[in-house]
């Protein structure tokens, strides 16, 4: 029977199926990051964003629309992480602004409010850029419009063409981002956002659901699963390998195969690339996929983890090993005319910032992006009229900016530090006898003058910025894309560092990470000082995880 509107009560039982569909597949999401670091965060990031609002949900008394919108809108806005968790909580704000109003929802009302979730996202991305999740979500809002205005009236066949559309959508951003291409995925962004969608229609359509919402522990948004949440879990092992294909994979037999994974498992993902095919399946028995594989030829790389049992390790790991904010008393005291937060990670980090005056840190960077509501209690922390953050990330810099928007009885300046080396540059180059505006106007300029390294390792293979890259090899990151690969660490190391300099550089600073010995640091910092002999340089202890060095140039 057709379903003509949705009421409040449908529409918190979507919600919430989205948000569990997301946190489900978040690490297959993960796993979609077009560089192959070992830090890909995306999933984790919009899984860890609408938790957030689905734990307000879950708690609301009040049933009614006005108070579900507040919810989803609130809870999504302070819990954003990194920049997809912050544009998905946009797409929701947008979204709840124009279905508050309202006790039932239809196509004409979900399409205004699929619109104005799209608006409201672009206008929060200063440089949006189309191929990502911006673009996933205005195709849906113009499939929407396509079909109120042929006069579609049954939910269930509207959501369905959305969706479907979505899809077609998502699979063709690697086709406006030659990144996308290169690297053989799709956008991670916009697949999370799909994920959200299929979770939500299964719950319109009265499908059994296998997740159970835990509880959300306080501060940080970090999820906390039922105790046998895991035994819900569908299918139990992420399995991956690569067939070394034995004659020509034709277009039938690729079909014939993604059938075969589907009828065993989901998060299926086959991309056929010449002599090898790569493949990625969740399955309860990792034995069938592989059996079927071997049909087509040898296989390497082969890994399968059981995800019952990882689920919630990881989980506990990330609420107790990644604290969001550093839990420290409100300064005491006379109020301060000027303050400053810095995002760091690291002990050594740690120890510079707070040696050049920084008042309060929060724990976070590549490994794991601070939440608007963290940035939100650091400002609370610092008794300063003028506070000055510094994100020293990219993927941190519009949570830090959607903290200053909800911060009314202090100055909040955000200075867009992209890494660590342009956050201290920025710290240093402050003048307390200059006005606010003087002082941003020379952050923003010196950090411009930075150039940073980082090395970590690949997690697996792919071709980015015309560089083979194979799993296990060392990769020196630049701020525009991967300066070097290779498998020696100091080669790669070397070449990083001289694709940075010019003849302007005058000092090279170098951050060894928790992995490194001092000893070890201190011999590279010696071999880059005789080739760079005009040059000053300096060895630091950053401590950081993940990234061996950390090095900059200016």
């Given at each position: ?106 196509v004409a009302i979900l399409t205004q409010a699929a619109e104005s979730a799209v608006e409201t996202a672009y206008k929060a991305v200063m440089k949006p850029k189309e191929g990502t999740i911006l673009t996933v979500a205005k195709g849906a809002a113009i499939k ?60 319109f359509l009265g499908k059994e659901l296998n997740f159970k919402l835990g509880a959300v522990t306080s501060g940080a948004a970090v999820i906390k699963m039922d105790p046998e949440a895991s035994c819900d879990i569908k299918f139990g092992y992420c399995t991956e ?52 594989a071997l049909m087509y030829g040898e296989l390497s790389n082969l890994k399968i983890d059981n995800m019952r049992l990882e689920h919630q390790e990881k989980v506990i790991k990330m609420s107790e090993g990644k604290a969001s904010t550093e839990e420290v008393k ?225």
């Amino acid at each position: 029977m057709a379903s003509n509107t949705i009421d409040v009560s449908m529409l918190s039982k979507m919600f919430l199926a989205g948000a569990q569909n997301l946190e489900a597949k978040k690490e297959w999401i993960n796993e979609l990051n077009v560089f192959p670091v070992p830090d890909g965060d995306t999933g984790t990031n919009m899984s860890l964003t609408i938790m957030s609002a689905a734990k307000e949900v879950s708690g609301l008394i009040d049933d009614d629309m006005e108070s579900l919108a507040k919810a989803i809108s609130s809870g999504s806005l302070r819990g954003a992480r990194g920049n997809s968790g912050v544009i998905l909580s946009q797409l929701f704000r947008g979204f709840c602004k124009v279905i508050k109003t309202h006790s039932k929802l239809d196509v004409a009302i979900l399409t205004q409010a699929a619109e104005s979730a799209v608006e409201t996202a672009y206008k929060a991305v200063m440089k949006p850029k189309e191929g990502t999740i911006l673009t996933v979500a205005k195709g849906a809002a113009i499939k929407a419009r396509e079909l109120h205005e042929s006069g579609v009236t049954d939910i269930a066949k509207f959501l369905e063409e959305v969706i479907q559309h979505a899809d077609y959508v998502l699979s063709q951003t690697p086709e406006m981002l030659p990144v996308l291409k290169q690297a053989g995925v799709v956008d991670s962004g916009g697949q999370g956002l799909l994920e959200v969608l299929r979770g939500a229609n299964d719950a319109f359509l009265g499908k059994e659901l296998n997740f159970k919402l835990g509880a959300v522990t306080s501060g940080a948004a970090v999820i906390k699963m039922d105790p046998e949440a895991s035994c819900d879990i569908k299918f139990g092992y992420c399995t991956e390998f690569i067939i070394m294909l034995s004659k020509t994979f034709n277009i039938k037999q690729e079909m014939d195969f993604k059938s075969y994974l589907e009828s065993i498992g989901d998060s299926i993902v086959v991309v056929a690339d010449d002599d090898i095919v790569k493949v990625h399946v969740h399955t309860n028995d990792p034995g069938m996929a592989i059996q079927r594989a071997l049909m087509y030829g040898e296989l390497s790389n082969l890994k399968i983890d059981n995800m019952r049992l990882e689920h919630q390790e990881k989980v506990i790991k990330m609420s107790e090993g990644k604290a969001s904010t550093e839990e420290v008393k409100k300064e005491e005291g006379p109020r301060k005319d000027y303050g400053f937060i810095s995002v760091s990670v690291g002990a050594g980090m740690d120890e510079i910032f707070t040696g050049l005056g920084v008042d309060h840190m929060i724990a976070g960077g590549q490994t794991m992006n601070p939440s608007t509501e963290d940035m939100l209690n650091a400002i609370d922390q610092v008794n300063a009229d003028n506070i000055f953050i510094f994100p020293n990330n990219s993927n941190i810099i519009l949570a830090a900016n959607q903290a200053k928007s909800l911060v009314e009885d202090k100055n909040i300046i955000v200075i867009p530090t992209k890494t660590v080396a342009q956050g201290i540059t920025a710290v240093i180059n402050f003048v307390p006898d200059l006005s606010v505006e003087e002082n941003e106007a020379i952050m923003l300029e010196e950090i411009t003058r930075v150039k940073t390294g980082q090395v970590t390792y690949a997690v697996r293979d792919t071709q980015i910025d015309d560089k083979e890259i194979r799993q296990g090899d060392y990769m020196g990151i630049g701020d525009s894309g991967i300066l070097s690969v290779g498998t020696d660490m100091e080669e790669v190391i070397l070449k990083m560092v001289e694709e940075m300099m010019d003849e302007d550089k005058e000092l090279i600073s170098i951050y060894y990470g928790e992995e490194i010995t001092a000893n070890q640091a201190q011999l590279l910092a010696d071999k880059i000082e005789e080739k760079y002999d005009t040059c000053d340089v300096e060895l630091q202890y950053g401590g950081q995880p993940v990234y061996y060095y950390i090095i900059s140039v200016e």
